[in-house]
């Protein structure tokens, strides 16, 4: 009897990536591996996608996609902008690897050139020349990005430490800040104690940084008003 072949689709491939993206990250991911998880041969992804970067464009869109979905906002530039960015940062975080995927492709999606626009939008009320509004935005996303890219990291890195050295020891790296002098690790050592780095990647942290970048964009439209 002949065997079935499995049956695919684009959102079944979609949804396959995802799964295997988040299973080994965007390093081990290939379309060879994708094939096999679905069941048939490597050329044949190539009849729904061109090529693995076709793929990530197609992954990346989705999330832009969501990330519209789920954005509602009114009030002015700034109460536009950070819930755009509060959005952007939940939606990365439900997704693995879509930070990579959106710093790895270019907006030539729809969804993608809407999510564009729709961020575009969020300071088009300022009186900003136009170049300084993209840079507004894109200073903003960039930040999004790599605050959830770093958080992504450092998780990655701490279970990489756990697999090769078993668990993590505080007093490991209390004794080695304690052999180096003040002015090599002063302020390091007493953040760490104080357990102040504890606070990476947490909302406050995000928020604060978030405020930040507000609070810049507000100053250099003071200095363009005087």
């Given at each position: 009897m002949k065997k079935q072949q499995p049956q695919i689709s684009e959102d079944k491939i979609l949804e396959t990536s995802w799964e295997l993206l988040a299973e080994g990250g965007i390093e081990k991911f290939s379309m060879r591996r994708l094939a096999d998880r679905l069941g048939i041969q490597a050329p044949s992804l190539y009849w729904y996608f061109k090529s693995k970067q076709n793929l990530y464009q197609r992954l990346a869109n989705q999330v832009s996609k969501m990330i519209l979905t789920e954005f509602h906002s009114e009030g002015d530039w700034k109460e536009q902008l950070s819930e755009f960015a509060l959005t952007v940062r939940s939606v990365l975080y439900r997704y693995p690897c879509s930070t990579q995927l959106m710093m790895l492709t270019l907006p030539h999606e729809p969804d993608m050139i809407r999510f564009?626009?729709?961020?575009?939008?969020?300071?088009?009320?300022?009186?900003?020349?136009?170049?300084?509004?993209?840079?507004?935005?894109?200073?903003?996303?960039?930040?999004?990005?790599?605050f959830v890219l770093d958080d992504y990291q450092h998780e990655r890195n701490i279970s990489a430490i756990v697999k090769d050295q078993g668990a993590l020891s505080g007093e490991e790296m209390i004794r080695l800040l304690d052999s180096m002098s003040d002015t090599d690790a002063g302020l390091f050592r007493s953040m760490f104690t104080n357990g102040l780095f504890d606070l990476m990647g947490t909302d406050g942290a995000f928020e604060f940084g978030l405020k930040l970048i507000l609070l810049g964009i507000e100053q250099v439209i003071k200095e363009q008003e005087k």
């Open positions: 564009t626009n729709r961020m575009l939008l969020c300071v088009e009320p300022t009186p900003l020349e136009q170049k300084q509004k993209l840079q507004a935005a894109t200073t903003l996303m960039n930040y999004v990005f790599y």
